[in-house]
């Protein structure tokens, strides 16, 4: 009896390829880990999700062997990593790629140099290294970038090479610190992909962080860590039980006032586009409904829709139930100005810089009171587009219209009209709230009394009371995300440019973002031109403007672009197998080029109908893998980005050949 | 310790050093640079002072006293003047440093046989040069003195001027500068700066180095790796050291062939002592990397660090007996002091190992123990 125990127990730990038991780590006082308990199998993608500050990187650190902590166990492999000769012990098993976008490589050095380094250091073979970094560099499209600087790569390229040179020295454990923050959505998938090939070819362990919510799906097993805590843990969908709900997407006659009503009685509930997105504390979705219905009274719903509800949702639904409370926002004024018109009109603008065409021919309009995304990957030409239309950088050919002016002759003016909040969030960061507040307004020009009422009006809309004579500085991101805004509303600008607006926040932070957003366009009919890399957030947006290699090549609201690609590609399905990494790549082989994996299923563009459904059944079935099931999804902001964005490349390696 | 590890560390961070225009470039221009300007500025020799003579008397003996002044190499004359007003305004504006003035019947009451005063007026903003300027007038005033006096016995006794003269001063004092005969501060000056330079740049580029990788965040490949602590270090600091040797010998070149220098010892002693120092410095650099985070921080505080004891606990403007009691102590603790021993050793004694072996093994010990040092201090698994 005792025997078994114990042989249960010797293969229990040599299934493990991490076990932390009450592991904390502190930085002086501050607690980044609390007491966190968790095990990792070997062969598995394990994520670690929760915002900035959640204590992700800390715990990896110390899993790579590169961070001591203060309390608890830590056993990676067979060894406990208690001091520093015993760190040294696993890391020729590890992998790591610490945070930031290539920060830990050499820009001087080329693409290959880098690798070799990395090689040398670990002690691979030249010969092995050869053969190593000829499959890596092909498996990752590198290998025409050998002899590239390591500066002068895309995001998503600097990311891959960052994954081979993780993997160059073959690693049994590789730990990833949010290898896919600021990517853009196309090669954070093609991450993905390569992620689980290596996984399939070559049965490593990978321990993952990310800040992307809708990303928990990529992995088979993950923590839901928020301020050092472990709120969640197990297979994604066990994660999402944490708080059980509905998620009901209306289409109500007059928006605003129907979110006025409804937010007396539901918390959680936030406006998307046209629409209104609410959470229902109510599992079963008939009930929630009724609910929702009853609470409607008196409005015309067009249209209603009952979810299960994303992570991000439950991970708010799940603060806020634990008492993390949002202070309501200050009263909108309504707008004076005149509600009907166009307040940026852009008209054939180019931009460029040398013989580099940053911006070419962009052209849209954007009404009064629209909120209006620009979406793009790094260097699509969205921020330039921005500098051009604060009359910040002069276009070099082509005009606009930026609220009554003309951005070409009259930028000054154009200036006092609009407020711009750039990437970096344009604080002074070693001044407080306060000192910022009245820097801005002294800027423009305000007088005494109206900076005191515009002051006392942001610290309520930035949920800053108290914070006064804090540092801007020493603000946690979202606290700083929304004063920047305030500084940017100081003026009561008609116009509001926000560049990446929201990098870097965690949700409950972005969620009171755009509840301001939404508020300043509705109510004080603001026009809101917004740039962004999350995905969920362009479904806040009215209308979308698609940039890629410095042309808009779609331009629509977001319901016109999912109709649209769902029309020319036919859908896309959702297939469950009980084998999914070895499942997508039989798929990827196959015809179905598409085919991405997420946790336990695979995404493929291809319409839900029977030929499809026998041709994918027997393709996997020849590979004896069995589906579980199949069924058409709805797509997301995201599904259409890389779809476009795809499309384009593939039209410009047609050109090009 | 592995060999190819290390190899890997120099061969990526000598590509980085190469590929770096910028820091290439300041890594060399910047040492010959301060050679060139504090060679050429910090001269401590005071020659040609701006000056003028206000001849109140305006006879053949004034104008002869006069001549004294004009024709010495120690004074510019700038000309006769007869308004005193005029020459203290130009005093002010440093077209003049000093003048002098020659009071009426100069002439008739030294040969009467009363004294006569000439007054003389210095800049004293500058009190060294001021000072000079004084012990230059004093001592022109007192060889014409005394040739006065001299003449007035040749013709009262009789006898030949040179007796005269001889006779008046029984005690005379005959000098010769041993080392630098005819006393030029370059001399001096050009191979201690050598000292001071490589006391400042080699820790500039090591924290440098260093701390970029720091504040990057590439250092995690180094934590994260099982290249040793020592290993790395070797590997990152080797191109910084060999960086700073062939400055070493730019700056050698320049203090000989430039500024005329002598070098009158072994060049193979001079390499190798140099080399020992450089290593030194370097390992300052090293253990202020280790301690701080940020490149703004590195370069403060190896300023602080290498600035301050290179110019003042050094010997190369005061001499080190000349300092006060604790002075001299920080002076012994730092490792310049050593270094500049061992370069007027061998510039200007041409004195090698057998004298100078003492601050050659000090310097080593030095060197080692900073190493020591900043390696003990270097985790790979930091607490933060």
Same mark, same amino acid.
């Given at each position: 009896m005792t025997a078994t125990v114990q042989m249960s127990e010797a293969k229990a730990s040599a299934s493990l390829a991490v076990s932390a038991r009450g592991f904390s780590k502190r930085y002086g006082k501050d607690?980044? /880990?609390?007491r966190i308990d968790l095990d990792i199998h070997k062969g598995e993608i394990y994520g670690l999700i929760g915002?900035? $500050?959640?204590g992700k990187s800390s715990f990896m650190k110390a899993v790579a062997g590169v961070l001591s902590f203060e309390e608890g166990t830590l056993q990676v492999f067979d060894t406990q990593v208690d001091s520093e000769a015993s760190a040294e012990l696993i890391k020729q098993r590890i992998g790591f790629m610490p945070q930031?976008?290539?920060?830990?490589?050499?820009?001087?050095?080329?693409v290959e140099e880098n690798i070799d380094f990395f090689a040398r250091l670990r002690l691979v073979p030249e010969k092995e290294l050869t053969s190593r970094k000829h499959r890596l560099l092909g498996m990752t499209r590198l290998e025409a970038f050998?002899?590239?600087?390591?500066?002068?790569?895309s995001g998503g390229m600097k990311q891959k090479l960052g994954l081979v040179c993780t993997l160059i020295h073959e690693p049994e454990l590789i730990i990833l610190d949010e290898?896919?923050? $600021? /990517?853009?959505p196309v090669s954070r998938r093609d991450f993905w992909s390569i992620l689980a090939r290596l996984l399939r070819e070559q049965g490593i362990t990978a321990l993952v962080s990310t800040?992307?919510?809708?990303?928990?799906?990529?992995?088979q097993r993950a923590a839901l860590m928020y301020q050092g805590k472990v709120l969640a843990e197990g297979e994604p969908d066990v994660i999402g039980n944490l708080a059980q709900g509905t998620m009901i997407t209306i289409d109500v006659d007059s928006q605003a006032d129907a979110l006025q009503t409804l937010s007396r009685q539901f918390e959680q509930i936030e406006a998307v586009g046209s629409r209104l997105r609410i959470w229902v504390d109510e599992a079963d979705a008939m009930l929630a409904e009724q609910q929702l219905r009853d609470a409607l009274a008196g409005f015309t719903i067009q249209h209603l829709e009952c979810d299960t509800p994303g992570l991000e949702d439950v991970f708010v639904a799940k603060l806020r139930q634990e008492g993390n409370v949002v202070a309501d926002l200050p009263a909108f004024e309504a707008g004076n100005?005149?509600?009907?018109? /166009?307040a940026i009109e852009a008209h054939e603008l180019s931009k460029r810089f040398d013989d580099f065409t940053?911006?070419?021919k962009i052209s849209f309009t954007v009404p009064k009171g629209e909120i209006f995304g620009l979406l793009g990957a790094n260097g699509a030409g969205k921020t330039t587009a921005i500098k051009m239309l604060t009359g910040i950088q002069l276009p070099t050919r082509g005009e606009g219209q930026v609220a009554g002016a003309n951005m070409s002759t009259a930028a000054q003016l154009i200036k006092q009209r609009i407020g711009y909040m750039s990437q970096a969030f344009s604080?002074?960061?070693?001044?407080?709230v306060s000192e910022n507040i009245n820097l801005f307004a002294g800027v423009y020009g305000l007088d005494s009394k109206m900076r005191r009422e515009r002051s006392a009006w942001i610290i309520e809309l930035a949920d800053l009371q108290g914070y006064?004579?804090?540092?801007?500085?020493?603000?946690p991101m979202g606290l700083r995300q929304r004063l920047a805004l305030g500084c940017a509303l100081v003026h009561k600008p008609q116009i509001l440019f926000l560049d990446e607006?929201?990098?870097?926040?965690d949700p409950l932070g972005r969620r009171r973002f755009w509840e301001i957003l939404f508020n300043l366009a509705r109510v004080q009919n603001v026009t809101i031109l917004a740039t962004t890399h999350y995905m969920s957030e362009a479904e806040h947006c009215d209308h979308l403007a698609l940039m890629y290699a410095g042309r808009i090549v779609a331009d629509d609201t977001p319901d016109n672009m999912k109709a649209a690609v769902t029309a020319e590609a036919g859908g896309l399905l959702e297939v469950s197998v009980d084998k999914p990494i070895v499942a997508v790549g039989v798929l990827e082989e196959?015809?179905?080029?598409?085919a991405a994996l997420f946790g336990r299923q695979i995404h493929l563009w291809a319409p839900d109908d029977q030929t499809n459904r026998s041709r994918i059944t027997s393709l996997l079935a020849d590979a004896g893998i069995s589906v579980l099931g199949m069924q058409a999804r709805t797509l997301s902001m995201e599904d259409v980005f890389v779809y476009r964005v795809l499309q384009q490349e593939q039209a410009r390696e047609k050109n090009a050949a | 310790m592995n060999l190819y590890r290390i190899q890997a560390v120099i061969s990526k961070e000598w590509r980085e050093i190469v590929r770096d225009r910028l820091f290439l470039t300041l890594a060399f221009v910047v040492p010959a640079m301060l050679m060139l300007l504090f060679g050429y500025g910090l001269s401590l020799d005071v020659e040609d002072i701006p000056f003028a003579i206000v001849d109140h008397d305006n006879t053949q003996l004034s104008r002869d006293y006069a001549s004294r002044y004009t024709s010495s190499r120690y004074f510019d004359f700038k000309g006769y003047s007869q308004d005193e007003s005029l020459l203290s305004k130009k005093l002010s504006t440093n077209e003049l440093r000093a003048y002098i003035v020659i009071p009426e019947n100069f002439e008739k009451n030294l040969m009467a046989g009363k004294p006569a005063a000439v007054q003389s007026i210095l800049d004293g903003t500058f009190p060294a040069r001021a000072a000079t300027s004084k012990g230059y007038i004093t001592a022109i005033n007192t060889a014409y003195s005394s040739e006065l006096l001299a003449s007035y016995l040749s013709k009262a006794k009789g006898v030949s001027a040179e007796i005269a003269a001889e006779a008046l001063a029984p005690v005379s004092v005959s000098v010769r500068y041993l080392y630098n005969q005819s006393l030029l501060s370059t001399w001096s000056i050009a191979p201690k700066l050598i000292m001071v330079i490589l006391m400042v740049s080699p820790p500039f580029l090591t924290a440098l180095g260093v701390v970029r990788e720091k504040e990057r965040g590439s250092i995690y490949n180094i934590y994260a790796s099982t290249v040793s602590r020592a290993e790395f270090l070797i590997g990152k600091i080797t191109p910084y050291v060999l960086m700073s040797v062939v400055n070493a010998i730019i700056l050698w070149v320049l203090a000989t062939f430039l500024f005329g220098a002598p070098f009158k010892g072994d060049f193979l002693f001079f390499l190798l002592a140099t080399c020992i120092y450089v290593m030194c410095t370097t390992g300052i650099g090293l253990v202020i990397s280790v301690l701080v985070e940020t490149q703004v921080a590195a370069m403060v505080v190896t300023a602080i660090a290498t600035v301050v004891p290179a110019a003042l606990?050094?010997? /190369?403007?005061?001499?080190i007996p000349s300092l006060s009691g604790q002075a001299q102590i920080i002076a012994h603790a730092l490792p310049a002091m050593y270094y500049t021993n061992i370069l007027t050793g061998t510039f200007?004694?041409?004195?090698g190992m057998a004298d100078l072996w003492q601050d050659v093994l000090i310097l080593t010990l030095y060197a080692a123990g900073l190493f020591l040092v900043g390696y003990s201090l270097f985790s790979k698994r930091p607490r933060s």
């Open positions: 607690t980044a /880990v609390n915002p900035d $500050g959640a930031g976008l290539g920060l830990n490589m050499y820009p001087d050095l080329s050998r002899d590239r600087p390591m500066k002068n790569l290898p896919t923050t $600021g /990517v853009d800040a992307y919510m809708d990303e928990a799906t990529r992995f100005n005149d509600k009907t018109g /166009v940053a911006v070419d604080l002074y960061l070693d001044l407080s006064e004579k804090e540092l801007a500085g020493s603000l607006p929201t990098s870097g926040v196959s015809q179905y080029k598409g | 606990y050094s010997g /190369v403007l005061v001499p200007l004694k041409g004195t």
